[in-house]
C-alpha cells in the first residue's frame, strides 16, 4: 500500500501494542514501524530493472525480517527509553507487529509480498486492494488522529484506536466478497461468449473496490475485461491481447529474463521495440483500459535491449496526467455507466 496508508496502519499497531504505557510515543514508533520496511527501495540507487523488482517488497518484508529485526529495535528504543514503562519486550512486539502488518497489508494488492524470503521469491498477492484507496486509509486515518487528543489511560483512547483497526479490516473483508462477486460474472460471461481459458487473475481498478478488471489468459492470448458492481447489467466486452511470447523464447536461458517473466507471474505480452522488445506486465492493465479501447499504454512496461549480443533492461516511463474529463468519466463507470 502508499506510505500514508501504512504510517496509518502502523500508527495504530504501535497504540493497540504500547498505547496505555508510553501513550503518543506508541503512535510516533508504530508509524516509524510501518515505513521501515518500505526502506528496502534505497537499494533502487545500486540495481538495474530487474534487481529492483526482485528486492522490492523481499527481504524487508518477510517473516524472516520481521523476526530478527523486531529485537533488534526493540533492544535501542529500550535504550533510548530506559526509564519508560515499556519493557524490552514491549518495544520488540510494536516492532515486530509494526512490521508484520505492513507486509500482510501488501499481500492485499496486485503486487504482492514476498513473505517467505529468501526460502521463496514469489510474491503472494491477494488482488482485493488497490495500492492506493481512500476509502480503507482516510476512516483510518481520522480515528488515528483522534486518538492524539486523549490520554493514555483515557478509556476512548482504545476504543477508537480499535474502531479504525476493526473498519480497516472491514473494509479488506468488503473487497474480498466484492472480488467474489465480480469474479462470477466475468466467469458467466467467459462461458457463454465460448472463451476457453485456461487461467485468469481479477483486482480492483484505482482508488475504489467496485470496479473490477479481469485479465484472462488463453492459448493465443489476454482477454481483458471490467465489471463494476454498480452495472446496470452483467455484461462484460472484453478486448484481446496476442501473447507473442514466441519472440523472447532465444533469452529464456537468461536469468535476469527469467526472473523477469517470474515477477510478471506469467500475465506479460510482448511487442517488438527498437533494439528489442517490451515486456507489458498485464497484471496492471493500461491507463485507460477501463475504456474499453484496445489502444493506450500499459502501465508497467519493461525494455528488453538487445545491443551487440548484450542484455540490457529499462522501465519503459510514461508520465500519465488525467484531466477532470478523464477523472469524471472514471467516476462514473465506477457508479456503472458504461458509456
Known amino acids: ?18 498505547g496505555r504505557k508510553i501513550g503518543n510515543k506508541a503512535l510516533l514508533w508504530g508509524a516509524i514501524a510501518g515505513t521501515i520496511p ?9 540495481l538495474d530493472v530487474v534487481g529492483q523488482l526482485s528486492f522490492h517488497r523481499s527481504i524487508t518484508h518477510s517473516f524472516l525480517f520481521a523476526i530478527f529485526a523486531a529485537p533488534l529495535f526493540g533492544w535501542l528504543l529500550h535504550k533510548i527509553y530506559p526509564k519508560s514503562q515499556a519493557t524490552f519486550r514491549d518495544w520488540s512486539w510494536l516492532f515486530f507487529w509494526g512490521f508484520v502488518t505492513h507486509s500482510l497489508l501488501d499481500c492485499f494488492t496486485t503486487w504482492g509480498t514476498q513473505l517467505f524470503y529468501p526460502f ?6 491477494f488482488y482485493t486492494v488497490f495500492v492506493v484507496d481512500p476509502f480503507y486509509t482516510l476512516p483510518f486515518l481520522i480515528l488515528v488522529i483522534s486518538v492524539l487528543f486523549f490520554k493514555r489511560s483515557h478509556p476512548k ?22 472480488k467474489q462477486m465480480a469474479n462470477r460474472v466475468f466467469e458467466k460471461n467467459l462461458s457463454e461468449q465460448g472463451i476457453a481459458y485456461s487461467d485468469y487473475i481479477s483486482k480492483p481498478t484505482p482508488l475504489n473496490a467496485l470496479l473490477w478488471a479481469i485479465t484472462v489468459e488463453t492459448q493465443e492470448g489476454y482477454y481483458t475485461g471490467f465489471y463494476s458492481l454498480l452495472d446496470a447489467n452483467d455484461q462484460v466486452k472484453f478486448t484481446f491481447s496476442p501473447k507473442n511470447h514466441q519472440l523472447l523464447q532465444p533469452y529464456l536461458g537468461n536469468p535476469k529474463v527469467q526472473r523477469l517473466l517470474e515477477v510478471t507471474k ?74
Open 1 to 18: 500500500m502508499d506510505s500514508l496508508t501504512q504510517i496509518v496502519l502502523g500508527a495504530s499497531v504501535g497504540e493497540a501494542v504500547c
Open 266 to 339: 506469467g500475465y506479460y505480452t510482448v511487442q517488438e521495440a527498437p533494439e528489442g522488445y517490451y515486456i507489458n506486465d498485464l497484471r496492471f492493465g493500461k491507463f485507460n483500459g477501463w475504456q474499453g479501447s484496445e489502444d493506450g499504454h500499459f502501465v508497467f512496461v519493461y525494455h528488453l535491449i538487445d545491443k551487440e549480443n548484450e542484455l540490457r533492461f529499462e522501465q519503459k516511463e510514461y508520465k500519465f496526467r488525467p484531466d477532470g474529463e478523464y477523472l469524471l468519466a472514471f467516476f462514473n463507470r465506477i457508479m456503472g455507466e458504461k458509456g
Open 38 to 46: 518500505d526502506l528496502d527501495v534505497i537499494a533502487n540507487n545500486f
Open 120 to 125: 521463496s521469491r514469489e510474491g503472494i498477492a
Open 157 to 178: 483512547r482504545s476504543f477508537l484506536n480499535w474502531t479504525g483497526i476493526a473498519l480497516s479490516s472491514g473494509y479488506l473483508l468488503f473487497a474480498v466478497v466484492s
